[in-house]
RNA sequence: GGGGUGGUAGUUCAGUUCGGUUAGAACGCCGGCCUGUCACGUCGGAGGUCGCGGGUUCAAGUCCCGUCCACCCCGCCA
């Protein structure tokens, strides 16, 4: 088949054609030019004695009519053209008639009458259409990205992109920010995401790693007397991915010295002021503030979508001694009871209610329970278990009112906060609750500085181990680790988080206190860290900064579910280019130049 | 590591409950006709390792076991 197609035709060389107009752009006002344009056969429509083509480029699409009495050659040519053929196409533009003009095209008021053409390229039959009209699995999609990224859709993805990532570089100079390189070869650190390694040939045994981000670079830099860096930058994590998560992804990094969090919130909102602009969004000057206990106690979650309300209320006391076991043991064991309120409950059936379990399940829920708060009492299969002032108290609690439908969660506050959390969503998204033309940005300030980990029996970083913890905290660092907020801020999106920085800390004393509360000692501290204590050391500014996730924030302002769709040349799922099949075996010789040896 | 969904023509899917003749549709592809289409029309044609391997059966796209791939989620990750 492919022979069939190709037997016929020449290839010609572009010899001196320019191209003198990109497709999309041209207009009625052009009419009687004559232009040369250069792209791909979108469309053959052929009437025998005339054929039409739709030529593409970047810029958009243009008719191109092949008419025997224009040129007999070109219409040769023409009859010979099929899908995604490369062709320089000579021609005049002409208005069309009246009743030929197609509204649906930019270009859709003229056409180019074809004078001469030149096939540049040929091609075999598609394993899908370029047209933008075909649905495709996203697997035949990313085999074949050099064909889907032709497609309308996914050129203006990636042009927005551009813009997007050109906003943000001129708004940074603008306001006195230096972009610098750091190392993409560098060292493993601890704490933190899995490190993708690099062997050394020149020091057999010892490995690079790729930075999971530039942190200690930025650092330094402020250390160095940059005063304000940032970076459009490759970061890198080996853990397992998600729709929002690739192993590698890019990050808007930036880092000022001499500041507060305000400072650097306040930059932060200028960025995204310019970015969402983009696209016509506003940003809310300043971005509302929520703290993280009250982003955990109002949604469950440090990451909140603030599109809708549907909040959490917490009815642990209330409920302390009832009636009904569930509630009475979570709260005895040490746990909590929150409730979910959804206004006019009655549009969740049984059946959606019946299905709850399954929707909490995940998150080591063993269940819900629910109410219909009706005008004449409590409907519920626990409402027997409660007492008309525990029945007052929930009500109080949440503002729960008739027609309202609550839904409990009883268990550790981990647990019952993942749950509800997810349940809010769910919920409204099921309801129609939550507007797809919003965008409700958030920052979520004081976050705790440590976190403890059971599986590790110790403290770890809730951001990182530079963060700086609030002065007024500093006294309980030992004693009460668990106390400690630190100065760390997230901004957050429509639910997703956005970017997360902090001030750092800037003491080298701090800096190992923090190391040891860490359990990381003295030597292993001196072993990884000890360029950045050297440096703290030789006089560190206060400074601190934040990171944004690009591929995110291209997301959502294109409205997006999967970053995967802002990234030229995306990782599947198990980290594989379907494209070009990486990873791959290595030739035995590059393995033992490394000095590397195959268990297996 | 775990849970879920999917894999049938180049593509997107139906067919799988309840096993049964030659596995269908649309689009695409190939050929004929067509001078105003733009999802062109029209006539004809080709095209299948039902993801892969094993099993049950007279008989498997369909049932069973294993396995690979893609996607969503939990764990993991800021």
Not at 126 to 143: C, H, I, M, S, Y
Request: aromatic share 8%; glycine share 8%; proline share 6%.
């Amino acid at each position: 088949m492919t022979d069939e197609r190709t037997r016929s035709i020449d290839l010609s060389g572009l010899g001196d054609w320019k191209r003198s107009d990109y497709c999309g752009g041209l207009r009625a006002a052009d009419n009687g030019r004559e232009v040369t344009v250069m792209g791909w056969v979108n469309s053959r429509r052929d009437h025998g004695g005339l054929i039409f083509v739709d030529l593409r480029d970047r810029s958009g699409i243009l008719q191109i009519v092949f008419d025997p009495d224009s040129s007999g050659a070109a219409f040769a040519l023409a009859e010979a053209l099929r899908s995604e053929f490369v062709v320089a196409i000579r021609g005049r533009i002409e208005k069309r008639s009246a009743e030929t003009i197609n509204p649906n095209l930019a270009t859709g008021e003229i056409e180019v009458v074809c004078l001469e053409a030149k096939l540049l390229s040929q091609a075999r039959p598609l394993p899908f259409a370029v047209d933008g009209n075909t649905e495709v699995t996203e697997q035949t999609r990313l085999k074949y990205r050099f064909l889907d990224l032709r497609r309308p859709e996914m050129q203006e993805r990636l042009l927005f992109r551009h813009r997007l990532a050109k906003s943000v570089r001129d708004y940074l100079d603008g306001a006195g920010f230096v972009e610098i390189e750091t190392p993409v070869l560098t060292r493993s650190t601890p704490e933190g995401a899995r490190d993708y390694l690099v062997p050394s040939r020149v020091t057999p045994g010892h490995f690079y790693a790729l930075p999971q981000s530039p942190q200690l670079f930025k650092q330094i830099l402020m250390v160095a007397g940059f005063d304000r860096y940032f970076q459009i930058v490759r970061c890198f994590r080996d853990e397992d991915l998600r729709a929002d998560r690739q192993p590698e992804f890019t990050q808007i990094d930036l880092e000022m010295s001499f500041v507060t969090p305000d400072d650097v919130m306040a930059v932060t909102e200028g960025m995204l002021t310019v970015a969402c602009a983009l696209r016509g969004i506003e940003v809310p000057q300043p971005i509302p503030r929520l703290t993280y206990d009250d982003a955990m106690r109002r949604f469950g979650i440090d990451r909140p979508d603030m599109r809708f309300g549907l909040e959490l209320a917490e009815v642990s006391d209330v409920v302390r001694n009832c009636e009904f076991k569930v509630f009475r043991e979570a709260v005895a064991k040490g746990g909590i009871v929150k409730v979910l309120r959804v206004p006019d409950g009655d549009r969740l059936s049984r059946k959606d209610l019946d299905n709850l379990p399954t929707l909490v399940a995940p998150y080591g829920a063993k269940g819900v329970a629910w109410v219909r708060v009706n005008a004449d009492g409590w409907q519920s299969p626990i409402a027997k278990f409660l007492s008309d002032s525990e029945r007052k108290g929930i009500e109080s609690a949440c503002g729960a009112g008739a027609g309202d439908l609550l839904m409990f969660l009883a268990d550790s506050p981990k647990v019952v906060n993942d749950s509800l959390a997810n349940l809010r969503l769910k919920i409204g998204d099921q309801l129609g609750m939550i507007p797809s033309d919003t965008y409700a940005f958030v920052w979520v300030t004081d976050f705790p500085l440590f976190d403890y980990s059971p599986e590790d029996k110790r403290y770890v970083a809730v951001h990182h181990p530079f963060t700086s913890p609030r002065d007024e905290d500093l006294e309980r660092l030992e004693s009460d680790p668990a106390s400690i907020k630190a100065l760390a801020y997230d901004v957050v999106l429509n639910g997703t988080e956005l970017g997360g920085g902090s001030v750092r800390i800037h003491r080298p004393d701090v800096q190992s206190r923090v190391f040891q509360a860490l359990g990381i000692g003295e030597a292993e501290a001196r072993n990884k860290f000890g360029f950045l204590l050297d440096a703290l050391s030789f006089g560190a500014p206060p400074h601190g900064g934040i990171a944004f996730g690009l591929d995110r924030l291209a997301m959502l302002l294109t409205g997006g579910t999967s970053i995967r769709d802002v990234i030229a040349f995306p990782k599947t799922q198990r980290a594989t280019c379907l494209m070009t099949e990486a990873p791959s075996p290595v030739d035995p010789k590059q393995l033992r130049e490394l000095g590397l040896k195959l268990s297996e």
